[in-house]
């Protein structure tokens, strides 16, 4: 299937062109004929799968076959709504590049900066605004945003949105939406809140659900580091030795975990920087624009700060601290081997953490090959069926693919 066979017309099939884009991504091709249709949608996907441009490019063809570009000021008609300020970012530089030949006007706001530049965008009128819930319920009380004419309304990373302690702002703010309307919900996770926060907002929906959360892509490769917990920090030193590792994402549990991780790495001379919670936007997104120019080697991040980075050709992930939860392994590894690239997750995994790695092995149906030579092991070496041990060469092993899962009990053994 190509981008042409959509029935998309030409002011963005040109852009499409522009981007690169030849082939839509399965979700891109079961969603975008259902928008069109003006259908509600319910979208059970991931960050990486392509679900930005599925909900883009038919918004903007909506928008644009009603639109009557009269002059004077022009009012919202879609409204994105999404967690996070460097998701917004990236979804409003989607409405850019997919609808700069369509004359439909867009802009972004989130909080954390002074909102004057953002209320002057709004006063003069956009077609599409992109918003994170809290800085958008402060304008809409201060009267900057009105949205009696929303024709279409999306709400993306909902589950994110629970994380975070969204949901009561999105209630508010489905109180304000006009009953009739267009509404597509995305998350990657369908907890039963999030459900039931898609029934009170979705009518009649069809479901698209791809990649479910507990694969892995073919093209990552997973490595597993059995390690203590005083000796990651030494670990990490010396798998950045390898001068192939241009940029890593390393991720933690905690902020506190990785402004240490952050330290560490300082003190060694490798240039890096953290992104989490407690950091200003500003801070945030310009350590973001590091990473991505490269001159910040390593970005470390906590899961909820990371949700929604888009880095092109990321090679590299980093666990030093194993999620608690299984389904948040698959969200941090599929940073890397995107769009068919290959991309390599290593894993960091202290006594401590090996139930988390266990229900991992159990969500995603198969073993993290272990590489046990290396300087730091474990001085408990869990006695675990697992796959053929790799060698530290890091470039030539290979992941084993095998689905089989233990049922025996882990022990431990002293060296």
């Known amino acids: 299937m190509s981008f042409e066979s959509l029935n998309l017309i030409e002011p963005i099939q040109k ?49 644009h076959k009603n639109h009557t570009f009269h002059k004077g000021k022009r009012s919202i ?17 989607s409405f850019k590049a997919y609808g700069k030949y369509t004359g439909l006007t867009h ?44 024709q279409i309304f999306i ?7 629970l994380d975070m302690g969204f949901v009561h702002d999105i209630k508010k703010l489905l109180a304000i939406l006009p009953p009739r309307r267009q509404s597509l919900f995305f998350s990657a996770t369908m907890p039963p809140e999030i459900q039931k926060l898609s029934d009170s907002i979705l009518y009649k929906p069809q479901k698209v659900e791809v990649t479910p959360v507990s694969s892995t892509a073919d093209t990552i490769k997973q490595a ?26 390393v991720f933690t549990r905690t902020k506190h975990g990785a402004d240490k991780v952050v330290k560490t790495l300082l003190k060694n001379n490798i240039k890096a920087e953290a992104i989490h919670g407690n950091k200003a936007q500003n801070a945030r997104q310009r350590a973001l624009d590091n990473f991505k120019a490269k001159t910040t080697r390593v970005l470390v991040a906590t899961d909820i700060a990371a949700r929604g980075i888009d880095v092109d050709d990321l090679a590299y992930v980093i666990n030093f601290e194993i999620p608690n939860i299984p389904e948040t392994y698959v969200h941090r590894i599929g940073r890397t081997g995107r769009a068919g690239a290959n991309g390599t997750a290593f894993s960091f995994c202290e006594t401590e953490e090996l139930p988390y790695l266990k229900d991992i092995q159990k969500l995603i149906g198969k073993k993290i090959p272990v590489i046990e030579n290396h300087d730091y092991p474990m001085s408990t070496q869990p006695i675990v069926e697992l796959p053929k041990p790799q060698n530290h060469n890091r470039n030539t092993s290979k992941p084993n693919e095998s689905g089989s899962e233990t049922k025996k009990k882990t022990w431990f053994r002293r060296k």
Do not use: H
């Open 77 to 93: 008609k879609a409204l994105i709504v999404t967690p996070t300020r460097e998701l917004a970012i990236q979804i409003d530089d």
């Open 155 to 161: 709400l993306d990373e909902a589950d994110r949105m």
């Open 224 to 249: 597993l580091y059995f390690v203590d917990k005083n000796n990651k920090n030494a670990l990490l030193m010396d798998i950045l030795k390898d001068s192939a590792i241009e940029t890593a994402l």
């Open 15 to 63: 852009a499409l062109a522009e981007e690169g884009y030849t082939t839509p991504t399965p979700i891109q091709a079961q969603a975008i004929p259902i928008i069109l249709q003006g259908t509600d949608l319910l979208g059970v996907a991931q960050t990486g799968t392509g679900k930005t441009a599925a909900f883009a490019i038919p918004t903007i063809q909506l928008l």
């Open 107 to 150: 802009t972004v706001i989130f909080g954390g900066v002074k909102q004057g530049r953002q209320t002057d965008a709004l006063q003069n009128g956009v077609d599409v605004l992109v918003a994170t819930p809290g800085r958008l319920l402060d304008l809409i009380n201060q009267r900057f945003i009105s949205l009696k004419d929303i």
